[in-house]
């Protein structure tokens, strides 16, 4: 989990307030964990179209969140503070690519479940993503631990913008209410107001409300309660 220590390191005068990234680490870790029991007990032509969806959700939400970060954030920092990161960049890129490679192989396997509804093919994706979220989960505490608190200090308010923006991309319009619904599910209240705090008045009071209510929608049909075990599971 987010490594409640290295706080104070991630916001503050001076520095960019780069918390966001945990609240969506948090949630790439309670959902993609939560997908592994989902598919073991997946049984039906609808249940299996539904649990292979969510998969496939948060197998894209994963793949974007990394792809900006190589593109946005990463190459920045490195030219910014080499000494700092120079021991961890070995580390950080052989993470991304074991990981990035389990995500390339995750997309075949949900395909061939959703179409074969097999026993064999329902179990092969399960193992598949329970290998993928323990490295992912490895990557994300060395990640919070070790890069956050340098892009807290090196990183620029309008980089940090120009990321969280780009990130909203890859979550489909339809899904807009339950995503946020699934960040206040979690996580930090404090960074999750500083965004509220930059919506329209009108909306400010509503969006938690409706968000709260989309999730539990959510989680109700595809985890089979309201409220999903938090945290490590």
Known sequence: MSTASHTEALYGAGLTDVRMMTVAHTSF????????????????ERRVVEV???????????HHHHSIEDELLWDRLVDRVPEDLEPLVGL??????????????????????????SVDDRDALADHLGVLVALLCEHLDTEERHVLPLMARHITEAEWQEFTERGMESIPKGMLLTGFGMMLYEGDPAAIALEIAKLPAPLRPVLPVLGRWAFRRYARRLHGTPSPARGAL
């Open 92 to 117: 950080m890129e052989e993470q991304h690519e074991v990981v990035g490679g389990l995500l390339d192989r995750s997309w075949p396997l949900v395909t061939a479940w959703r179409r074969s509804r």
């Open 52 to 62: 292979a969806g969510h998969v496939e959700l948060w197998l894209e939400l994963v």
């Open 29 to 44: 870790r309670r959902e993609l964990k939560l997908a592994v029991p989902a598919v073991r007990s997946a049984a039906g």
